[in-house]
């Protein structure tokens, strides 16, 4: 089998052993491996550092949206292959592959365009303060990039998207990126910066990866750096809590578990156009990647009128669902991308199921399309319902990280916004509803435990963007479980990539400084 070599210090490296076999889920075939044993990260990050960030900060904003522009044009070239090595390493059907490579293609090209316009270095953040009388001293905020190296640790769903949402505003911003891919799909991200790599579209040192083992990734890591990290809570707590990062204090931003929900209003009843679009979204968050999104559907919160009617229209969607090997056309949803990840979702079914009834599914007729059960990696799409959700522990706490929801019926707007918020902190949540007071009750009242809330009513109809799907302009992240981090949201996402810091002296001295400056405002436009 080919091991897939990692780049460092601008060289191709094998490492010396095999730390991962990379499968495809539905035939299990070994497809190849990784290592990075014997690999040096330490000086890989401080060429990171020395000759990609240095090189990438003597170009303006302007200048290096358009190596964006560039690196889109390199992805779209390749688009082609990229959906072959989805389909094969994560069992990612047509459909599938788009929402993680044409995802990540539209991220790199929306940063190119945000950043065509910015032709300065770094940025001036708000009006001089005066700090004396006489009008001789004063202070000025600045932004400017980090100097060091941005490091993505990043989750086997979206090897393709996690890495350029992550990826773009970095470049944009100056700072050379270091990418740590899971190493169960790591073949497509491995693929993208090795063929951005052979066009040259990029400075030396401003675009790594390491596909093997992190091995002592964080002990290298310094306060000029920053760390990017999506994945579980548990690794998460690893990463804060290790003492090199806490020593040095390195800027940290996670994004990790997220229990998300869809809230019906009392007007979505049955035969209203809004309650078939809710069911509707919710099968295929359920279905879309075989339910590998951060941001899927995990609840949905009815009225308890509405509760039945619904769990059978979504379970009615998702009998004609087709589960199955996604090299079949007729397959719309394929299996997860191995069987730790299958296992993992079958342990957390079990103990939904100790608190909810199976309405749909529950894995035991399955027959996938085109497709061996004891060599695949399917979960079959199941849909639960939970009579008491404020009284249940693992509905509102167990992340089934695969095709999996369940039906929550409440009894007032004010126990959707409690059910809603025993996920402690969720990415996003929807509301789908034609009641003005219940859909400003509601925002208002989640507010605090989520980072997007999505609100679809008759005038919206299915012109949304979907309750899973992640678009550049606007903020992903979450707080609580969901990590506490913030990315994207058009050039904020540059803010985790700058340090602020003031000079305080004369007027003089501050206009010269900030020649080269842009205003900070530009950030939040």
Not at 90 to 98: F, M, N, Q, V
Not at 376 to 391: I, K, M
Request: glycine share 10%.
């Amino acid at each position: 089998m080919p091991q897939l070599p990692n780049y460092v210090c601008g060289e191709w490296r094998q490492g010396s052993t095999v730390d991962h076999s990379l499968i495809d889920p539905v035939t299990g075939e070994e497809l190849a491996t990784v290592s990075s044993l014997d690999v040096d990260v330490g000086s890989g990050i401080e060429y990171a550092r020395r000759i990609g960030s240095t090189t990438l900060q003597t170009l303006t904003y302007q200048q290096r949206a358009a190596l964006l522009g560039k690196i889109a044009d390199v992805l779209t070239a390749h688009r082609a292959d990229y959906f072959d090595i989805s389909m094969r390493n994560l069992g990612a059907t047509e459909a599938d592959s788009a929402f993680d490579v044409d995802g990540a293609i539209y991220t790199v090209k929306q940063y190119a365009k945000l950043g065509q316009d910015l032709a300065g270095k770094f940025f001036r953040d708000g009006s001089a303060v005066p700090l004396s009388k006489t009008g001789v001293f004063e202070g000025q905020h600045f932004l400017k990039p980090m100097g060091g190296v941005a490091v993505f640790i990043n989750a086997f769903n979206f090897p393709a998207w996690g890495l350029w949402e992550k990826a773009s505003p970095a470049i944009l911003s100056g700072v050379a990126v270091l990418v740590k891919p899971a190493s169960a799909t790591a073949w497509l991200a491995q693929r993208m910066v090795e063929d951005i790599i052979r066009a040259e579209v990029l400075p030396q040192g401003a675009l790594s990866i390491l596909c093997g083992s992190a091995r002592d990734l964080l002990e290298q890591v310094r306060e000029e750096d920053v760390i990017s990290f999506t994945g579980s809570s548990q690794t998460a707590a690893n990463i804060k809590t290790h003492p090199n990062v806490v020593a040095r204090s390195v800027r940290l931003n996670i994004e990790a578990d997220s229990l998300n929900s869809a809230i019906s209003g009392p007007d979505v009843a049955p035969g209203t156009a809004i309650f078939d679009l809710l069911a509707k979204e919710v099968a295929r968050e359920m279905t879309i990647k075989a339910g590998q999104k951060c941001t899927a559907i995990r609840r949905v919160l009815v009225p308890r009128e509405h509760a039945r009617p619904l769990a059978k229209a979504i379970s009615d969607r998702l009998a004609t669902i087709k589960v199955g090997n996604p090299r079949n056309q007729e397959v719309k949803c394929g299996p997860l991308v191995n069987r730790v990840q299958q296992a993992s979702a079958l342990a957390g079914l079990g103990r939904l199921r100790n608190e909810a009834k199976v309405m749909f599914g529950g894995g035991a007729n399955l027959q996938p399309i085109d497709a061996n059960n004891n060599t695949a990696c399917f979960v079959q799409p199941t849909l639960l319902f939970c009579e008491n959700p404020l009284q249940s522990k693992a509905v509102n706490e167990v992340e089934v990280f695969g095709p999996v929801a369940t039906i929550c019926p409440y009894g007032s707007a004010k126990e959707a916004m409690e059910i809603a918020q025993l996920g402690s902190g969720s990415l996003v949540a929807s509301i789908f509803s034609d009641d003005p007071k219940f859909k400003h009750d509601v925002v208002l009242g989640i507010a605090g435990a989520h980072g997007r809330i999505m609100v679809v009513d008759t005038s919206v109809g299915a012109s949304h963007t979907g309750h899973g799907n992640v678009v550049p302009s606007c903020l992903h992240g979450g707080p609580g479980r969901a990590g506490g981090g913030e990315e994207l949201a058009g050039l904020r996402a540059l803010n985790l990539y700058h340090r602020r810091f003031v000079v305080q002296g004369s007027p003089a001295l501050i206009a010269e400084i900030s020649v080269a400056a842009i205003e900070a405002s530009a950030l939040y436009t």
